[in-house]
Each structure stands twice: as C-alpha cells, then as structure tokens.
C-alpha cells in the first residue's frame, strides 16, 4: 500500500530531482505547500485500491463496466449516421478512434532510463471531428441527448436503449430529424476544446448550439465554430463562470440541453469506451498487463471528466496492474487540491494563492468535477503537476522525435514516465507499491489529447517558444 505523499521538484528537463517527503500525516500539508509554491509536485495516492469492487459511486449513482460498454455500443450504433455527417470518418467506417503509437524515439528526451520500461502514446491529438479527447465525451453526451429526442417523437421505434438496430439509426440525418432537432439547443461551458466538440457535433445533427466560452479559449476555437453556425457566447471570467453561464441560461428554457462538464455522467461514459478499444489496441501490438507487466497511463487533467472516465474504464476492464497519473498545469492542479481536500469540501486553486494562468488551455480549470474526484478516490494511483515551460518543449520534443502535433494541454503527460522511473520520489513509490522490480516489463503510455485543428501559425507560435526554451537550456 501506498502510505504517504510524495513531493517533487525537478528541473527543466533531464532526471528529476525530488524533495522526498516522509510519509507522516503531515505529508499532505507537504504536497499543498509545494502546490502553493507553483513547483511540479508528484502526489501518491494513500486511498487508491488494488481490487475495485464492480460497481463505482458516481456522483451518487453506480456506474460499472456495462455503463462503459454502453457508450461503446451507442458509438457504434451512430456509426453509420457519422459517416455521413462527417465524411473524414468513412475511412474508419464512422468510428472516432485514435492510433496507439510507439514512442521509443523520444526517450532520450524524456530523460526516461534504459530497462524502464516501453514508451507508447495514445494518440486522441488527432481524434477527429473534434481534434481532441473531447470528441469522445462531446459526441456521446449529443448522441444519447438525440436519441432521447428522437425516441421521444417516434422517430426512433422502441424505448430506452431502443437495441443495436444501426440501420434503423440511420432515420437520424435525415431532413425530418434535422427538424426536430431544430427545436431544441444545445448548450456547454468550456475552455474551447468541448465547446469545439459539442458545438460542431449539435450542429452537425440540426440543434441550435450555443458555446459559452471563457476569457482563456483560443480566438481560433471561437471562429471555427462561429463558421459552423454555433452561437458564441464570450465571458470576461474563467472556465467557471462561463459553466455557470451557460447552466443558468439552460435552466430557462425546456427547450435546452446543457451538457454539465462538472456534473455530466454521459460526457464520463463517453470517454471512458476508450478503454475498449485500447484494450484491442494492447493486444494487437502484444503489449501484455499484468503482474510482471504493469500499464502506467498519464492523463492530462482539466475538470478531470476525461481522465476520470478513461481511468475507470481501464481499471474496470484490464484490472489492479494498471496506474492512471492525472498530469495538471503547476498554475491549475485543481484534481490534486481537491484530492488533498478530500469529501465535503470543494476548494479552488485560487483558494491556495495560484493563479490558474496556463497556456494548456484544455487543462485551465479552478476546481475539479466533485463526480469524478470521488469516482477517483479507489481509482487513481497519483497526480502530478507540470510547467508550461516543460509542455512547450515537450511538444517540440515530440514533433522532433515523432512528427506529431500537439497543442500544450497534450504534452502534459509526458513528464510522467521519467517522474515514475527516474526520480527518488518516483522511486520511492516504485518501491513502496512493489513494483520497481517490474519495471523493466512496463509499458508507459503518454495520453495525448489535443491539436488536430490548430492552425498551422499558432502552432509554429508553439514551436518557436518551445525550441527557444531548449536552446535556452543547452545555453545555461
Ligand atoms: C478537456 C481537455 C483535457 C482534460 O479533460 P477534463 O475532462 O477537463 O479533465 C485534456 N486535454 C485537452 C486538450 C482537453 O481539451
């Protein structure tokens, strides 16, 4: 078992070098102290357990395994209907999956040891439709709200889940489903990336969609759903306020369906069917987990739905060998202080003195999902927090060793493999879960969420700062 807090402070790149911090009951007071001071921090989980019963609270609700495998089977019911609207999805016969790819060029950069363990990157940079993990969630959350519709006005046979009939699904692009769906809005908070799903799947199917959207998002995110027919709403506050916004505007109007990044158990389902079909994925390339083979998995953590939802489906479906790490912006490590926090509160980062100013867009969050917090607690092996100087180079190092674009937010898991593997407090924890002997049958796998659609010149805005931050440090 994992006893104690782990405090970390590692420089600009290379082996990390840590502060280890005795495991006392004071260690949480430790890793908040070093969360005030805006240093990368790496936190174990003391809660986290090796067998999970079958169903998970969330939220006040059960969720289990078939909860999962029913957004997969929702996906592929759709399948037909999104090679339609999207034709960029007919290659994959309407599937919005992404490559698992091997990284083994970058583990020079990473600084991660040889014997450490194999690199992989789960590649959802380039999800399309969405250009971001938010594809998974977004899409799932407006597919099963135009299901509901549909079913409600005949258009679809049956009730409830109504059976796998995808032929039958295909009524939904139709001019008459576009009708009904007219009548109805669909409405998001969000930092950019799940306004960018939500608002060009609703769209696509005929809602009214409207984007309430906080003062950090990307005026390109703006713009490219303002050419798609979405309502933008700006909100001079943070990711936050322009939740509340949208929620308080939702509440108004029968009419209008507000997908609730804080609270939404159908965004969570929807990213958590990326288990499935990483599970298939592990198999193909042979990659085995197990006891003499355990899967670390490093999930870049905004609101925290997302990793929470994929965390609990892989647990769920490949079992105790799997370690999920939520990686967070220095400025923003709102899953960690809500963790060290623990039931009945619910603090902000601003709460501790930080600032929640991030480049990583996706991740620029105050205060995490209570609903996948306490989904986490028996789930997660631990977080870590990252600065945006280590996500610029970080996301050259990538392009320079993969040719894979990607937008900060995605970089930041990278810091994780050489955190667990080559650090005394990634060691300490090695040793303390049993498993720094296992090492050298691990698979690391870096989660990469986003940056399809950046435009070309904000990415090489990107690169410059990240080569120029490089060459910075070959300099010192
Ligand atoms: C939203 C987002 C995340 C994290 O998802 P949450 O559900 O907010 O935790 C990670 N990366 C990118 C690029 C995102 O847009």
Same mark, same amino acid.
């Given at each position: 078992?994992?006893?104690?807090?782990?405090?970390?402070?590692?420089?600009?790149?290379?082996?990390?070098?840590?502060?280890?911090?005795?495991?006392?009951?004071?260690?949480?007071?430790?890793?908040?102290?070093?969360?005030?001071?805006?240093?990368?921090?790496?936190?174990?989980?003391?809660? /986290?357990?090796?067998?999970? !019963?079958?169903?998970?609270?969330?939220?006040?609700?059960?969720?289990?395994?078939?909860?999962?495998?029913?957004?997969?089977?929702?996906?592929? /019911?759709?399948?037909?209907?999104?090679?339609?609207?999207?034709?960029?999805? $007919?290659?994959?016969?309407?599937?919005?999956?992404?490559?698992?790819? !091997?990284?083994?060029?970058?583990?020079?950069?990473?600084?991660?040891?040889?014997?450490?363990?194999?690199?992989?990157?789960?590649? =959802?940079?380039?999800?399309?439709?969405?250009?971001?993990?938010?594809?998974?969630?977004?899409?799932?959350?407006?597919?099963?709200?135009?299901? +509901?519709?549909?079913?409600?006005?005949?258009?679809l046979a049956g009730g409830g889940d109504a059976g796998p009939d995808?032929?039958?699904?295909?009524?939904?692009?139709?001019?008459?489903?576009?009708?009904?769906?007219? @009548?109805?809005?669909?409405?998001?908070?969000?930092?950019?990336?799940?306004?960018?799903?939500?608002?060009?799947?609703?769209?696509?199917?005929?809602?009214?969609?409207?984007?309430?959207?906080?003062?950090?998002?990307?005026?390109?995110?703006?713009?490219?759903?303002?050419?798609?027919?979405? $309502?933008?709403?700006?909100?001079?506050?943070?990711?936050?306020?322009?939740?509340?916004?949208? /929620?308080?505007?939702?509440?108004?109007?029968?009419?209008?369906?507000?997908?609730?990044?804080? +609270?939404?158990?159908?965004?969570?389902?929807?990213?958590?069917?990326?288990?499935?079909?990483?599970?298939?994925?592990? $198999?193909?390339?042979?990659?085995?987990?197990?006891?003499?083979? !355990?899967?670390?998995?490093?999930?870049?953590?905004?609101?925290?739905?997302?990793?929470?939802?994929?965390?609990?489906?892989?647990?769920?479906?490949?079992?105790?060998?799997?370690?999920?790490?939520?990686?967070?912006?220095?400025?923003?490590?709102?899953?960690?202080? $809500?963790?060290?926090?623990?039931?009945?509160?619910?603090?902000?980062?601003?709460?501790?003195?930080?600032?929640?100013?991030?480049?990583?867009?996706?991740?620029?969050?105050?205060?995490?999902?209570?609903?996948?917090?306490?989904?986490? @607690?028996?789930?997660?092996?631990?977080?870590?927090?990252?600065?945006?100087?280590?996500?610029?180079?970080?996301?050259?190092?990538?392009? =320079?060793?993969?040719?894979?674009?990607?937008?900060?937010?995605?970089?930041?898991?990278?810091?994780? !493999?050489?955190?667990?593997?080559?650090?005394?407090?990634?060691?300490?924890?090695?040793?303390?879960?049993?498993?720094?002997?296992?090492?050298?049958?691990?698979?690391?796998?870096?989660?990469?969420?986003?940056?399809?659609?950046?435009?070309?010149?904000?990415?090489? /805005?990107?690169?410059?700062?990240?080569?120029?931050?490089?060459?910075?440090?070959?300099?010192?």
């Open positions: 078992m994992v006893t104690g807090n782990i405090n970390a402070l590692y420089p600009a790149s290379g082996a990390p070098r840590m502060a280890v911090m005795p495991s006392t009951s004071t260690a949480a007071e430790n890793t908040l102290a070093s969360l005030r001071r805006a240093e990368p921090t790496l936190w174990a989980n003391p809660d /986290r357990l090796a067998a999970l !019963p079958a169903s998970l609270d969330a939220g006040g609700q059960g969720i289990s395994l078939d909860d999962t495998k029913t957004a997969a089977a929702r996906f592929a /019911r759709w399948a037909p209907v999104l090679c339609e609207l999207f034709p960029e999805l $007919q290659q994959a016969g309407g599937m919005i999956e992404s490559p698992l790819l !091997p990284a083994e060029a970058l583990r020079p950069a990473l600084g991660l040891p040889a014997g450490a363990g194999a690199l992989w990157i789960k590649a =959802d940079h380039s999800l399309p439709v969405a250009g971001s993990i938010k594809a998974r969630g977004g899409l799932h959350e407006v597919l099963e709200f135009a299901e +509901r519709v549909a079913l409600e006005h005949g258009l995808a032929q039958a699904w295909r009524v939904l692009a139709t001019p008459r489903a576009r009708e009904l769906f007219g @009548r109805y809005t669909v409405a998001v908070g969000s930092t950019g990336n799940l306004g960018l799903s939500i608002g060009v799947a609703a769209s696509a199917l005929g809602f009214k969609a409207v984007v309430h959207m906080s003062a950090d998002a990307k005026a390109w995110k703006k713009e490219r759903l303002r050419q798609r027919g979405v $309502q933008v709403v700006e909100h001079a506050g943070d990711y936050e306020r322009a939740v509340a916004a949208g /929620r308080a505007e939702a509440e108004a109007d029968p009419f209008c369906h507000f997908v609730d990044d804080e +609270r939404s158990l159908s965004l969570l389902l929807g990213y958590s069917a990326a288990a499935l079909h990483l599970q298939r994925q592990l $198999q193909a390339a042979g990659i085995a987990v197990d006891a003499e083979h !355990p899967l670390f998995v490093y999930l870049p953590c905004g609101v925290g739905g997302a990793p929470a939802g994929i965390a609990f489906g892989l647990r769920q479906l490949l079992g105790p060998h799997v370690h999920c790490f939520f990686a967070e912006p220095v400025q923003s490590p709102c899953f960690l202080v $809500q963790m060290l926090a623990g039931e009945g509160a619910h603090p902000s980062v601003y709460d501790h003195g930080l600032t929640n100013a991030t480049e990583a867009d996706g991740l620029a969050v105050p205060r995490a999902s209570l609903l996948a917090a306490g989904l986490m @607690r028996p789930v997660l092996s631990g977080c870590f927090t990252v600065q945006d100087a280590t996500l610029f180079r970080q996301l050259v190092q990538v392009l =320079d060793a993969t040719g894979e674009r990607i937008e900060p937010s995605a970089a930041a898991g990278f810091s994780g !493999p050489a955190l667990l593997a080559g650090s005394p407090a990634g060691r300490q924890w090695l040793e303390a879960t049993g498993l720094a002997g296992r090492l050298g049958g691990a698979t690391h796998l870096v989660w990469t969420t986003g940056g399809l659609f950046v435009p070309p010149a904000e990415y090489e /805005r990107f690169v410059q700062r990240g080569r120029a931050l490089l060459a910075a440090e070959l300099a010192a």
